[in-house]
T-cell receptor, first 110, second 114 residues
Framework: KNEVEQSPQNLTAQEGEFITINCSYS?????LHWLQQHPGGGIVSLFM???GKKKHGRLIATINIQEKHSSLHITASHPRDSAVYIC????????????FGKGTLLTVNP | GAVVSQHPSWVICKSGTSVKIECRSL??????MFWYRQFPKQSLMLMAT?????????EQGVEKDKFLINHASLTLSTLTVTSAHPEDSSFYIC??????????FGPGTRLTVL
């Protein structure tokens, strides 16, 4: 079974700061997801990665397959980025079953 | 991207009643649907996996007679919480996947049992 660890659990930043959230997993994977959950609950898929790096606006996600590690970066953070960020991995198999990290609560203050 | 809807978005019911939550994939065929439960300040907990036309596979500790899952078509799955009790109050999220493609999450349903 894959174990997914995220750090930090909680993160408070000032508007404009560069944010990094980390995710480590224990077993080889086929894909890694970064998800965003705002208060109120809806989950938005930010990235799906199997290698390298992806960028979307102010968000950047990287993955190092050898080190079993991924990072989510937010540049020029904004209060609207305040949310829970969840790392989830797919380890292969007939169903696309995900293993979730516990999430990182990000609060960006104006 | 693919869209998954849930209905209702929130529901309040009395203890002992049954509640049905619908999960629909709007623009794709979901061969597999997943049902999650999330308690406050906790991560998503997988309850069951259902493949269209088959019985759902429940995770350990999830009562299949209490949480009835039906996946009758490639675009609709339902979760029925039978004889709901206050401890069933939670946020329920579904997601759909087509084969080994990625999961697409619904917006969730907040259930409050009085």
């Amino acid at each position: 079974k894959n174990e997914v660890e995220q750090s930090p659990q909680n993160l408070t930043a000032q508007e404009g700061e560069f944010i990094t959230i980390n995710c480590s997993y224990s077993v080889g994977i086929s894909a890694l997801h970064w998800l965003q959950q705002h208060p109120g609950g809806g989950i938005v898929s930010l990235f799906m990665l199997s290698s390298g790096k992806k960028k979307h606006g102010r968000l950047i996600a990287t993955i190092n397959i050898q080190e079993k590690h991924s990072s989510l970066h937010i540049t020029a953070s904004h209060p609207r980025d305040s949310a829970v960020y969840i790392c989830a991995v797919y380890s292969g198999g007939s169903n696309y079953k995900l293993t979730f990290g516990k999430g990182t609560l990000l609060t960006v203050n104006p | 991207g693919a869209v998954v809807s849930q209905h209702p978005s929130w529901v309040i019911c009395k203890s002992g009643t049954s509640v049905k939550i619908e999960c629909r994939s709007l623009d794709f065929q979901a061969t597999t649907m997943f049902w999650y439960r999330q308690f406050p300040k906790q991560s998503l907990m997988l309850m069951a996996t259902s493949n269209e036309g088959s019985k759902a596979t429940y995770e350990q500790g999830v009562e299949k007679d209490k949480f009835l899952i039906n996946h009758a078509s490639l675009t609709l799955s339902t979760l029925t919480v039978t004889s709901a009790h206050p401890e069933d109050s939670s946020f329920y999220i579904c997601s759909g996947a087509r084969g080994t493609d990625t999961q697409y999450f619904g917006p969730g349903t907040r259930l409050t049992v009085l």
